[in-house]
DNA sequence: TCACATTTAATTGTTCGCAATTGAATGTGC
DNA sequence: GCACATTCAATTGCGAACAATTAAATGTGA
């Protein structure tokens, strides 16, 4: 009856499912670790990266809004990325108070290195694509709702 | 035909679980700061608290092996709960390289007031009780295997 | 006993993440 | 056209997060 309680408790850290989330990114953190480092880069550089990937030139502010992060967090990693001379950082002529991000020949070049990391996680979860596909639209689901609830 | 490429590429953001996580996890921490200022604690702050009040008077290591930190982030952060006379710090006599934590009284009383918390976090969700715990557990058998790739 | 490895926390340095503020550029309402 | 608000990036300050190193205490084998 105890242990029933227990299992119940929703202060019991165990039965947070933020903390699942939580104790989950760092864990993926640990396994991109080892691939990104051959890359050059962290994390979240990484993910700077594939919005580029996908479409180039972009005011910091589209990158932010796809990521979730604001130009505190985003303005010094872009210098580190432009200091690796994998993005080039220019003022809009159009509007002078937004910066464009493009990618360099280098950091265009690196998609084709970087191509073979996702398979390397896919291996690391140790579970179908299926399985992965459904649990992420969930946690999306979910994230947009928390995001909804904080926007209010 | 293009569409149907481009929900497939595991290069897109759109599409990597890891992404999903890592958003879902700064969305939760969005949800419960205003809650937790009022605590006077951060999410990391309030995981420790978590652990302490389910038992007391444990070494360091024990808290970083429930939450997956180190000392370089616990140690600084623990000082930061004794400043806030929410823990004392003492060496254990047993073994002089343990740092014991222990709640003070006010550390323990404050469990009362965190009591709500979690019960916020259900609603800011939008969720049954049972679709969550079936997600956590999900989620923390997807950590538990990244995890043990890590290990080896 | 004594050399040696292991365990544990602390420290240092780098990178995120965000709140709050600043300052320049742009848009608006009158 | 001009005061005013808004937008956008940059900056500052603080708190994680972690790798790598240090130093002290403890355990182990010969």
């Given at each position: 009856m105890a242990r029933k309680l227990s299992t119940l408790d929703?202060?019991?850290?165990?039965?947070?499912i933020c903390f699942a989330v939580y104790s989950a990114a760092h864990a993926f953190n640990r396994v991109y670790k080892p691939l990104l480092d051959r890359l050059g880069l962290t994390y979240p550089q990484y993910l700077v990266m594939l919005v580029l990937w996908e479409r180039?030139?972009?005011?910091v502010k589209d990158i932010g809004e796809k990521l979730f992060l604001d130009s505190g967090t985003l303005t010094p990693l872009l210098k580190r990325l432009e200091a690796a001379h994998l993005v080039k950082r220019t003022r809009s002529?159009?509007?002078?108070?937004q910066v464009l991000i493009a990618l360099t020949p280098q950091g265009h070049a690196l998609k084709e290195k970087a191509r073979s990391v996702p398979q390397s996680i896919l291996a690391a979860s140790e579970c179908s694509v299926s399985e992965l596909v459904a649990m992420k639209d969930e946690i999306v689901a979910l994230r947009d709702r928390l995001n909804a609830v904080i926007g209010e």
């Open positions: 929703p202060q019991r850290l165990d039965n947070q180039d030139d972009v005011p002529s159009e509007d002078e108070r």
